[in-house]
């Protein structure tokens, strides 16, 4: 059984944490291999704690999020963005709604900073 934890993560890690796995998988890094290139760039995070980032049981912290950044090759502001291939919603729902699948809210909703 799976306690729902206190502080369960929002949209922006929903959206980085499929994000990281579908880069992963595009990339054909094995947890492995993703945490030995994450090792030398000097952020190490051991294969199976990848496992439950992804899984949604880890939370990704901005030091996390700036070094997959770097070892996937985009931007920490790219794994943020909700993921356009969601069979749902297609990273655009309806105005007014959040897709239950991926976690994305409505542009005219989302804060800029």
Known sequence: MRVEPRNPPGPAARNAR?????????????????????TLAGHPIPGYQLGRLEAGDRRIDVDD?????????VTPGELLEPPAECDNCHGTPP??????QCGTTPVSARVTL
């Open 18 to 38: 499929c994000n990281i796995q579908r880069l992963r998988e595009e990339r054909r890094f094995s947890y492995a291999e993703l945490s030995n290139r994450l």
């Open 95 to 100: 105005a007014g709604f959040i897709c239950a």
């Open 65 to 73: 999020l700036a070094a997959l950044a770097s070892v996937l090759g």
